[in-house]
Each structure stands twice: as C-alpha cells, then as structure tokens.
C-alpha cells in the first residue's frame, strides 16, 4: 500500500533551518508530483511547495517564497522541504502528499490522494 513517512522536523529558533523528508513507498515514486503541506493549530491545512514527477517544475506559497526549497531523488524515492529562516508562523505540523495523478502540480489539497502523517515543526522567537 501506499506510505509517505516525513521526518526531521523539531523545536528551533527563529532564523534557525531544517530540512524535512518524505519517504514514499508502495507506488512508482518517479510518476507522481509530490507536495508539502502545513497545518497550525486552529487553522486550515495549506499549501507549501510541490514539485512535479522529474523535478523540472515547482512552485511555493508566497508565504515561504525565497526561504523553503522543495527538491526530490527519485532514486531514493524521498521528497525533500529544505527550509531557511525560519520564523515563529512557519510553526506547524508538516506533511507531504502525493497528487492523484502525475503531470500536474497543484495547491489545493483535494488534488492529493495520499498523506503522511506529519512531523513537528516549531519555531521559537
């Protein structure tokens, strides 16, 4: 079956940086546009980045613009969210999804059939 498994998240300060993965298994990895999502307590989940299946293409939330860097090894089958100066609104719980079909890239979460669970990340000011 399908599984995402992101890691790497955690507690830094503000200007601090980390870099989140996604493990995919259970699909042909190198057909599908991958995305990064994020959700803050009380709020709706929403868009961060998406790369599509050859990593030719990606785009950003204007919020994270010029700061996160999304990029994938489809050898590894692994998505990655680089992301630099990170500010105390970047705190959320971070997932990676996959979209429902694979030459497209998309902002809107209905697009994406499979999710990870999420993984932490808080930033202290």
């Known amino acids: 079956q399908v599984q995402l498994v992101e890691s790497g998240g955690g507690l830094v300060q503000a200007g601090d940086s980390l870099r989140l993965s996604c493990v995919a298994s259970?699909?042909?990895?190198?057909?599908?546009?991958m995305g990064w999502f994020r959700q803050a307590p009380g709020k709706e989940r929403e868009f961060v980045a998406v790369?599509?299946?050859?990593?030719?293409?990606?785009n950003y939330a204007d919020s994270v613009k010029g700061r996160f860097t999304i990029s994938r090894d489809n050898a590894k089958r692994t998505v990655y969210l680089q992301m630099n100066s990170l500010q105390p609104e970047d705190t959320a719980v971070y997932f990676c999804?996959?979209?429902?079909?694979?030459?497209?890239?998309?902002?809107?979460?209905?697009?994406?059939?499979?999710w990870g669970q999420g993984t932490q990340v808080t930033v202290s000011s």
């Open positions: 259970g699909f042909t990895f190198s057909r599908y546009t």
């Open positions: 790369v599509t299946w050859s990593g030719g293409s990606t």
């Open positions: 999804a996959r979209m429902k079909i694979s030459d497209a890239a998309s902002s809107l979460p209905s697009d994406y059939s499979y």
